[in-house]
């Protein structure tokens, strides 16, 4: 850094300015940025979107974004569905990891104001973790059993 002649503000060189360290743009922490990783390596091919790696990292990685206790979300995904991804349950009126009824998942899709898929397992996955973070936990049979626990 250079001073100017009879002045006190500095005047910047170029190897000052080259010095100058822009701060990392990303605000997200690196536990954010670590479940992010882990989604997409368990998630990588569409062969692998249905595996239990996948929707574990689905499901630690919503759980995160919406602050629902992993370990609940887990545990009810596990009663549900033993964390498969495209499975029928309630004589075919269950669809997921979570099992959800079709007229339940429209109904919480509506209130969460994006339009989701009911057969694609990250949607699903997603709107099931945002509704225990809202209070709609009493819709799963396998909450009451976990949370006796």
Known sequence: MLFSVGTTTPTLTH???AAVVIPDKETKSQEVRALEE????????EAEKHSKECVTALI????HEFE????????????ESSLRANVYGDNGRAFG???????????????????LD???NEDSIK???????????????????????
Do not use: S
């Not at 630690?60 to 759980?63: D, L």
């Open 118 to 120: 009911y057969y694609d």
């Open 15 to 17: 190897a000052d300015i």
């Open 97 to 115: 990891t979570f099992q959800f009824h079709r007229p339940t998942f429209d109904e919480f899709a509506k209130k969460f104001g994006e339009e």
């Open 68 to 79: 629902v206790p992993k370990k609940l979300a887990l545990d009810i995904a596990m009663c």
């Open 127 to 149: 709107l099931a973790i945002w509704a225990l973070a809202n209070d709609k936990e009493h819709h799963w049979t396998c909450y009451r059993k976990v949370a006796m626990k």
């Open 38 to 45: 882990k989604k997409r390596k368990a998630c990588a091919d």
């Open 60 to 63: 630690e990685t919503y759980a």
